[in-house]
C-alpha cells in the first residue's frame, strides 16, 4: 500500500511530516469550522501524526479526544504528540478502520475526517458507521481538498466532485448538510461537508 495512505516504517515517518505539512492550512480551516460544546467528545478518523486533534484540543475544553487511523505508526506517533497536548481531555487513539469503528453508538458529540474520505474503500459503510457513533445533534464533518490547478495527486475539480458525492451520501442518512468552500490560495480549496444527525443532544 502507498506510503500516503498508510505510513510505516522510516519512510512513514518522513510521510508523516510531509502530510502535517501539506494539510496545515487544511487542517486549520476544519478545526476552526469544528464547535464542540466544552467538555465534549471527539473523534477523528484517519488522524495520521494528531496535528488537527491536537489544534482541536488545544483550542477548545474537550472531555474526550479519539481517534482511529490504520497505520500503527501514525497512531505511536499521534499518542506521544497528543499525551502532552490535549489539556485535560482523556485520550483514545486505536488502530482500525472507518467502516467498523471500535466504539459504542451515540459516544461522540463530533466525529471528522481530514482528507481522508477520498481513499476509503466503502465510503457509504464508514459514513454509516461515523453517524452511528455520533450522538443525537452531534455533527459529522469532512475536510476535502481541491485542487485548482493540474497536479501530481488528483486532477483540478476532483474535489469538488467528492464533496458534492459526500454531502449526498450524508442526506441519504438522514443527516441535515451545510457545505462550505474554504480558498487558501489559487491553487487549493477545500471543501467542508457538515452532517447535523438529527434529535437534541442530552444536558451534562
Keep these: 500500500m502507498h506510503q ?53 484540543a488545544k483550542s477548545r475544553p474537550l472531555g474526550l479526544v479519539a481517534g482511529v487511523d490504520h497505520s500503527e505508526l501514525m497512531v505511536a506517533r499521534a499518542r506521544r504528540r ?9 485520550l483514545d487513539l486505536r488502530v482500525g478502520e472507518a467502516s467498523d469503528l471500535p466504539f459504542p453508538d451515540e459516544r461522540f458529540d463530533v466525529a471528522f475526517a481530514v482528507n481522508s474520505f477520498h481513499q476509503w474503500p466503502d465510503k457509504e459503510c464508514a459514513l454509516a458507521e461515523m453517524a452511528g457513533v455520533l450522538k443525537p445533534g452531534g455533527d459529522l464533518m469532512l475536510s476535502i481538498r481541491d485542487f ?44 467542508l461537508v457538515r452532517g447535523r444527525k438529527c434529535g437534541r443532544a442530552e444536558a451534562g
Design 4 to 56: 500516503a495512505e498508510k505510513p510505516r516504517g522510516a519512510l512513514g515517518l518522513v510521510m508523516g511530516w510531509l502530510l502535517e505539512s501539506g494539510n496545515a492550512a487544511q487542517n486549520r480551516a476544519t478545526v476552526d469550522a469544528l464547535d464542540p460544546p466544552p467538555g465534549a467528545a471527539v473523534l477523528e478518523i484517519g488522524f495520521g501524526p494528531g496535528h488537527a486533534l491536537e489544534m482541536l
Design 82 to 90: 497528543l499525551n502532552g497536548g490535549r489539556g485535560d481531555a482523556a
Design 148 to 191: 485548482r490547478t493540474e497536479g501530481r495527486f488528483e486532477p483540478p475539480g476532483e474535489g469538488a466532485e467528492t464533496a458534492r458525492t459526500a454531502s449526498d451520501m450524508l442526506k441519504e442518512l438522514g443527516l441535515q448538510v451545510r457545505m462550505r468552500e474554504v480558498v487558501h490560495s489559487a491553487k487549493r480549496a477545500t471543501f
